[in-house]
């Protein structure tokens, strides 16, 4: 029998502390509970939305009609090479612990907030690595069918903060299992990286002092959620070809790189520091004067508000140098 809560506030299972209120809410410890929580969604005609730790989300509307199935699976385990976690661990706990039984490469991704499952769906990365670089497979259940199905690296359809999961939100994942190195592997190619390490006086570089370098550099540079209600970075950077970068610059000097495609990667935050927005509030919402990709709530923003904040933001970009912004947060 489910222990179902209802008419539940979701403020505490957000970060942007949006207080939406949800119909029903079940909090998932397994897979048999989660396939449970879908039959009796599917069952009482239900809506059905996954959520982990709520970190890139926006709720938007102040009730969400149907079942939240939070998903808090646990478990770790090491095969040789490989981690097996479960997607209710969280994030960067994994990191940590992956350092600690001598598995190396993630610790680029120290940090990320959020759970280990919902790391694949938007294929989360930051200082020049992602997740997709890691995986080996992905456990899901799928909930037209209920089955489990595996999904190897390729099958997850990977890219830019990206994959099969996001373009087709029928799985539940349940373990992730990631393909480490027994050897350290350093890339500290990311610039705001390697001068953090500089400037630290670091020359021998090892995955704990990367990982140190990661955690400093994010608590310098990102505002904690728990102060500061926010989803990380609202937008994508933009990926332009060749023709449309070329009209960018005709309108502004824009620095860029090249993706392995040959794209020009463009730094949306750069054009919205461009546009004027850094810093500037309205009402209970305002663009971080630390990082111009995050917008932060005074923690009573509603989710209406929030989409109508960063609705301002896209179109006086698309305006001033006719690129178009996409937001990054899962909207529900
Ligand atoms: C301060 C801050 C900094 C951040 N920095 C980064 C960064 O550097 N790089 C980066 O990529 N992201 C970053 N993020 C975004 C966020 O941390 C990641 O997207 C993270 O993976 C979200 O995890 P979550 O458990 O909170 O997911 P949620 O917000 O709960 O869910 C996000 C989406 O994933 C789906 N989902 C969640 N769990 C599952 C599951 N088990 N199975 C299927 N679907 C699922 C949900 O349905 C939803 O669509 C940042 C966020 C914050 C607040």
């Known amino acids: 029998m489910l222990s179902l809560k209802k008419n539940i506030s979701l403020k505490a299972y957000n970060s942007l502390r949006i207080d939406a209120v949800a119909e029903f809410f079940f909090e998932a410890t397994s897979e048999e509970e989660s396939i449970e929580a879908i039959v009796y969604a599917r069952n009482n005609n239900l809506k059905l939305q996954i959520v982990g ?11 969400y009609n149907g079942l939240i199935l939070k998903n808090s699976i646990k478990g770790k385990s090491i095969h040789g090479d490989l981690a097996c976690i479960s997607s209710g661990e969280a994030w960067h706990d994994s990191v940590l612990w992956s350092l600690d039984n001598n598995l190396f490469g993630l610790e680029n991704l120290s940090l990320i907030p959020g759970s280990v499952g ?31 199905e595996t999904f190897n690296n390729t099958q997850c359809d990977f890219s830019y903060r990206n994959s099969l999961f996001k373009l087709k939100p029928i799985y539940l994942i349940t373990e992730v299992i990631l393909k480490l190195s027994k050897e350290p592997t350093i890339d500290v190619s990311y610039k705001s990286l390697s001068n953090h390490m500089k400037e630290k006086n670091i020359s021998e570089y090892t995955p704990y002092n990367v990982c140190k370098a990661v955690c ?11 102060t500061n209600p926010n989803v990380g970075s609202f937008f ?7 023709a449309e970068y070329l009209a960018l610059q005709k309108i502004l000097d824009t620095p860029y790189n090249l993706d392995k495609q040959g794209n020009y990667k463009i730094s949306t935050a750069f054009l919205i520091e461009q546009a004027g927005w850094r810093g500037k509030s309205a009402g209970e919402l305002s663009v971080s004067s630390d990082h111009s990709l995050v917008l932060i709530s005074s923690g009573l923003a509603s989710g209406e508000q929030v989409l109508n904040f960063a609705k301002n933001i896209i179109e006086d970009i698309k305006i001033k140098f006719n690129v178009s912004l996409e937001i990054e947060p899962s909207i529900i």
């Open 53 to 63: 730790e709520g970190t890139n989300l926006v709720l938007s509307k102040s009730r």
């Open 118 to 148: 919902a790391a694949p769906v938007q294929n989360i990365g930051a200082y020049g690595r992602d997740i997709s670089e890691f995986i080996d497979s992905v456990r899901a259940i799928n909930l037209e069918t209920l089955e489990i």
């Open 236 to 242: 994508k950077n933009i990926i332009l070809e060749k």
């Open 216 to 226: 400093e550099i994010r608590n310098k540079t990102l505002p904690n959620p728990l």
